[in-house]
């Protein structure tokens, strides 16, 4: 028995994401969903906390999804955002190299914070939490930093890695939701899905 998976053009469930481990995550599960990545100005507000900043951009993704499918009552939007922090500095995504560089030398050789906020959000409602993981790093040498970034991996990376790619040798200890830190925690997302009544496994047999 085959099973398929797929990107339903007539899904109900909106993903507000570009993020192709978003999708796949999703995928994991069994959730159909269409895609409908969302531009908003990530920018943190002034004396904003950490917190405060993710769940405000997965609501803000959320609800700018929900004015373009405005002529669909039915439209359900699952939007995420993560976010590193290490020493209450919150790490985006590297500009250039050196940017990755300096990011990457924050993170070596100690523990950081990763944050990933999830929304799902219909025309009547919305539901949120946030999940926190904590990420060890062995210490990274300069040369391992500058061999990473030509592997053009840590571009567009929040924290300038990715653990499910290659940045994963770095990884020393995960105390959290390894999902989480890919930029979908599946636990509570199918939580969270299961108060709009759209469930997992929604998977075609062939």
Request: proline fraction near 3%; charge should be negative.
């Amino acid at each position: 028995m085959n099973v398929a998976i797929t990107v339903a053009d007539t899904a109900s469930l909106i993903l507000a994401s570009a993020s192709p481990r978003r999708l796949e995550l999703l995928r994991q599960i069994g959730v159909i969903c269409r895609l409908a990545p969302q531009d908003i100005d990530e920018s943190p507000h002034a004396g904003e906390s950490a917190n405060a900043l993710v769940s405000r951009l997965a609501r803000e993704k959320a609800a700018a999804a929900l004015q373009q499918f405005a002529d669909e009552p039915g439209a359900i939007i699952l939007a995420s955002d993560t976010i590193v922090v290490v020493d209450d500095e919150v790490l985006g995504k590297p500009e250039d190299q050196e940017h990755a560089r300096k990011m990457l030398a924050q993170l070596s050789g100690r523990s950081h914070r990763v944050l990933t906020a999830v929304t799902v959000a219909g025309h009547a409602r919305q539901a949120s939490c946030v999940s926190s993981s904590s990420v060890t790093f062995r210490a990274i040498s300069e040369a391992e930093i500058s061999r990473y970034w030509q592997t053009g991996e840590p571009c567009g990376k929040a924290g300038g890695y990715a653990i499910q790619g290659l940045g994963a040798i770095f990884v020393q200890d995960l105390q959290g939701s390894y999902s989480a830190v890919m930029g979908l925690p599946l636990y509570e997302t199918a939580q969270l899905l299961a108060e709009f009544d759209i469930s997992c496994w929604q998977i075609e047999t062939e």
